[in-house]
């Protein structure tokens, strides 16, 4: 019996989400790595969204070499205790008083320390909101307000973190320069296209590559309203030179592409990927997406039927409307309208992290029926998406896709099927 095309994605998601699991990449990462074997113990410190899975892997690697730790992770991603670490859950994408208490702990411990020690430092995506300490002369409602315009306006997580580290007291290199002159390795689960370190959780252990002149034009670009005494710290320069420091990728979108590539291929299909690092509005990659669908359709290029058509990346919404949703969802609605009607052509999107903006979904599963499943409970697919309103649009269409908290995070995968 032929296997559904909706039934094949979500099964190829399952098994990127397997693959790239922070506890395996972590626990390969840690056996490669000799020199952790020069140093007696150390101190275990966790961030992002990952963070939980991370720190487990480390701890069952390095077992009592790790004399202390602390895990600072979303709400609902923290999966029980580990022995000697605390564990904090806190705000994401808004960082929260939760995210002050974990930090400023972190700091405590990492006080006073010498050459001889090392910091095992687990970055991932969501790290930027997690681990916070507002600057001098700022508050956590400033960072919170402006996090909010720059999400709200479009504008593209590189931009976001170059805002937000320069208004902190660890994103920037600054949170090295604090454990200086005792050692860091820097393990780095990659949510960020290019695998850029200065932007991946704002760089709390990586030189600061942007400047006051980029600063500028992201607050000009996006007209984000700003006092006089947030744009004085605004413009102080970050750290540009760490020499306590070394760093090491783990997992990215690269790979989540590649385990896709296989997954489909095994299913028959002729396969490409067309991109590791789309970034443009999401609606518009829905647009383009479906355009794609209709060239290979019709023409069987740039790729022969059965095609499948893999993208990663991380797409932005540009928000006016007051529904609800989240990139993902957003590009599959846009990629459903402009399929309507189409048959054998089926499009998923979804957050490996398993979590689509503010809303309990990781993505969605569309194809050529979507919009008149929608339109059988009273609604308009294009009035929906023009509200913003693309979680409601697939849940009416029973085409949400729901994995729940993951524990990993390489950015965002889109999935094109053409029977």
């Known amino acids: 019996m032929k296997t559904e095309p909706k039934a094949i994605l979500r099964g190829v998601v399952d098994e990127i989400i397997k693959e790239c699991d922070p506890y395996t990449c972590v626990r390969e990462s840690i056996e490669k790595l000799a020199k952790l074997k020069n140093f007696e113990q150390m101190i275990l410190i966790a961030i992002g969204k990952a963070a939980w899975r991370m720190a487990k892997a480390a701890k069952d690697s390095l077992r009592e070499r790790i004399k202390t730790g602390i895990v600072v992770t979303k709400y609902g991603h923290s999966e029980g205790n580990l022995d000697g670490v605390e564990i904090f859950e806190a705000g994401h994408p808004i960082p929260d008083e939760n995210s002050l208490r974990a930090t400023k702990k972190i700091l405590e411990i990492t006080s006073n320390l010498s050459e001889k020690d090392l910091v095992l430092f687990l970055v991932s995506g969501g790290g930027s909101s997690l681990f916070e300490l507002p600057q001098d002369g700022v508050g956590i409602e400033d960072i919170q307000k402006l996090t909010v315009q720059l999400l709200k306006s479009g504008a593209g997580i590189v931009e976001i973190n170059s805002i937000r580290k320069r208004l902190s007291k660890v994103k920037g290199g600054r949170f090295a320069q604090h454990v200086y002159p005792a050692r860091i390795v820097s393990l780095v689960l990659s949510d960020v296209l290019g695998d850029r370190l200065d932007t991946i959780a704002s760089g ?36 540009k030179e760490l020499s306590n420091v070394e760093t090491y990728i783990v997992g990215n979108v690269q790979k989540a592409c590649e385990v896709a590539r296989n997954s489909l291929e095994r299913f028959g299909f002729n396969v490409i990927v067309l991109t590791t690092q789309l970034s443009c509005e999401a609606r518009e990659a829905g647009r383009f997406f479906a355009a794609i669908a209709k060239e290979i359709s019709n023409y069987d290029r740039p790729i022969k039927k059965p095609a499948a058509v893999i993208a990663g990346g991380e797409t932005v919404v540009h928000v006016t409307g007051s529904g609800n949703g989240g990139r993902n969802q957003e590009l599959a609605l846009a990629f459903a309208i402009e399929v309507d009607g189409m048959k054998g052509v089926t499009l998923c999107s979804f957050g490996t992290d398993g979590t689509d903006g503010p809303t309990d979904a990781a993505g969605g599963i569309v194809d050529g029926d979507t919009c008149e499943k929608i339109r059988k409970t009273g609604y308009s697919p294009q009035q929906l998406l023009d509200n913003n309103d693309s979680h409601t649009a697939l849940k009416l269409a029973g085409d949400l896709l729901v994995t729940g908290p993951t524990g990993t995070n390489v950015n965002d995968i889109m999935m094109l099927i053409v029977e």
Do not use: F, H, K
């Not at 990586?206 to 413009?235: F, H, K």
């Open 204 to 239: 709390p252990a990586y030189p600061d590559g942007t400047t006051t002149d980029q600063v500028l034009e992201i607050l000009e670009r996006y007209d984000v309203e700003i006092s006089a005494q947030l744009l004085n710290v605004l413009l102080q320069e970050t750290t």
